[in-house]
């Protein structure tokens, strides 16, 4: 039982060799590789900064939230034009001026054009108006989405550069070997 648990932590550790980059170079190591391992610590960092930015996006959301619950008023709104990500929107506060931000309106999931509809805003800037009762956690999950399809891609190229060298490694042993027996 020992013996297949050591086996299999030495493959997970094999596999998590061969497709995440080591920063460092090797002395030994050929233009091909050398190439090789930069472009996979670029791809590391690229899925990093789309994890950041995932995270950004759920931040900034929770943050306008937070601008908006601290000096909030609620208007009736009509729906002007509606679209998955944006839909505008226009509304009068209760000292009768009319509104239309130029953003829209956050939370735009399900309003169609024409429908009239209660939103909560920023007293102080009416341009950050969110659709009523609607907050930051319906950011959560497009966000952790995007993250993960973004470390799903990044797995299958490393997986393909990972293949790439094993490949490239293979070609330069033979030309050594070849070279050594001439």
Sequence with gaps: MRAVA????QRLKALWQSLI????????ETRRQRITR???IGVVIAA??????SVLLVLGAWRNDRQIEGNMGVAAAEVLDAGPRRSTIEFV???RVTYRP?????YPSELDTGMRIYVEYDRANPDLVRVQHR?????????ASIAVVGWLV?????????????????????????????
Excluded: C
Excluded at 48 to 53: A, D, I, P, R, S
């Design 6 to 9: 050591s086996d299999a932590r």
């Design 21 to 28: 980059p080591h920063l460092y170079g090797d002395p030994s």
């Design 38 to 40: 930069r472009v996979r």
């Design 48 to 53: 990093g900064l789309v994890t950041l930015q």
């Design 93 to 95: 506060t209760p000292d």
């Design 102 to 106: 130029e953003l829209g309106v956050l």
């Design 135 to 143: 907050n930051a956690s319906l950011s959560i999950i497009p966000a």
């Design 154 to 182: 990044a797995a299958a190229i490393l997986s393909l550069l990972a293949f790439v060298q094993r490949r490239l490694d293979r070609q330069d042993s033979i030309a050594l070997e070849s070279q050594s027996l001439s």
